[in-house]
């Protein structure tokens, strides 16, 4: 299994980033997926989630309407959009899976800052 992730960058405030994370090594249509970040000297959390059939759930009500979780099966893909970003983002951001264990990742840095 493996899990890599892009499209980390410095931002603004108020920019968009949309993040990717490339699967390989298991049916990805088959599995949810989901992303994670870790800011630091913080815990790593929950961000968004999406089932293999679309749906998606959101941690807390400071992503939601802001991020979209998506996923490409036929590119085996997931996608984090992330809209009018706030300094408080700034987190590395890992997509995770759980295949029989749980695959992270290496991680994308999102920095947001003027």
């Known amino acids: 299994v493996q899990l890599v992730e892009s499209g980390g960058a410095l931002v603004q405030p108020g920019g968009s980033l949309r993040l990717s994370c490339a699967a390989s090594?298991?049916?990805?249509?088959?599995?949810?997926m989901s992303w994670y970040r870790q800011a630091p000297g913080k815990a790593r959390e929950f961000v968004a989630g999406i089932t293999s059939a679309g749906g998606s759930i959101y941690s807390t009500d400071s992503v939601k309407g802001r991020f979209t979780i998506s996923r490409d099966n036929a590119k085996n893909t997931v996608y984090l959009q992330m809209n009018n970003l706030k300094p408080e983002d700034t987190a590395v951001y890992y997509c995770?899976?759980?295949?029989?264990?749980?695959?992270w990742g290496q991680g994308t840095q999102v920095t947001v800052s003027s």
């Open positions: 090594g298991f049916t990805f249509a088959s599995h949810y």
């Open positions: 995770k899976v759980t295949y029989r264990v749980d695959y």
